[in-house]
């Protein structure tokens, strides 16, 4: 069972690549996507799931739905389903394998999108997204559904459902004279930065001191951009910020 500090890590991990490919392609809300991200893959824990970026537990099936975002790659492995309420069996299957947790991400987004979740809309609350994701097939689980909403509440997943908020706070009042910000630092480009990555929904405290969390923060943005992981603001970091 993961704790809570892997949970949290999880979460800022996974939350910017579910509002990256909601921007992409929509329809189910952020916080639907991270919560399910959590409980599939125990919030990233799953050593299996992690190697083959497969954080939704998504299955191969026919193999001829939703394959912009998958290149056929795939892996086995056992998964209980609950077919009667109560009753859970052990069964062999088959799981998409990914080459990036966004390629990941994606495909769900895809597959949600595809006819066979013609009854999960956009205007629809995390609940009923949840319930009709359930009762379209996506999962056996009867307890699924409640245990996302669990996430949801008592993580607040919600505030990754305004990422256009972030995006219309305005221009930065604050000035980047730095061409590389790291640990340690303090001056008006690390505010810069703290509103920039805010932007995102990280709600960090601009407070120009690049302290740890400023740090693992751009970690997870940098990872979420396919950058290098060194929780340093350099060249390509600052850049893509920009960008």
């Known amino acids: 069972m993961a704790t809570k500090a892997q949970i949290e890590a999880f979460i800022a ?14 329809k189910v809300k952020p916080s639907v996507c991270i919560g399910m991200a959590c409980v599939e893959s125990r919030a990233g824990t799953s050593q299996l799931m992690a190697r083959h970026n497969a954080y939704w537990g998504q299955k191969v099936g026919t193999g001829r739905t939703a394959k912009v975002y998958w290149g056929g790659r795939f892996y086995v492995a ?3 389903e609950e077919y009667v309420i109560g ?7 088959a799981f998409r ?6 390629m990941g991400c994606l495909n769900y987004y895809e597959l949600l999108n595809t006819s066979l979740y013609a009854k999960v809309r956009s205007d629809q609350s995390a609940e009923e997204q949840m319930k009709q994701i359930k009762a379209c097939g996506y999962m056996t689980s009867s307890t699924e559904v409640n245990s ?3 996430y949801i509440n008592n993580y607040n997943l919600t505030k990754y459902d305004f990422a256009d908020d972030f995006v219309d706070t305005g ?17 008006e480009s690390v505010k810069w930065l703290q509103f920039e990555l805010n932007r995102l929904g990280y709600a960090l405290a601009v407070d ?4 740890p969390k400023t740090k693992n923060v751009v970690s997870t943005y940098q990872k979420s951009r396919f950058l290098k992981v060194d929780g340093i603001a350099g060249k390509e970091t600052l850049g893509s910020l920009k960008g």
């Open 13 to 26: 991990f996974i939350g910017p690549i579910a509002q990256e490919a909601y921007k992409t392609l929509g």
């Open 78 to 80: 056992q998964t209980k």
């Open 87 to 93: 009753q859970h069996k052990v069964i062999t299957d």
């Open 97 to 102: 394998s990914y080459l990036s947790p966004l």
């Open 148 to 150: 996302v909403l669990s």
């Open 171 to 187: 221009t930065n009042p604050y000035k980047l004279t730095h061409t590389l910000l790291k640990q340690g630092m303090r001056n």
């Open 208 to 211: 120009g001191v690049y302290g």
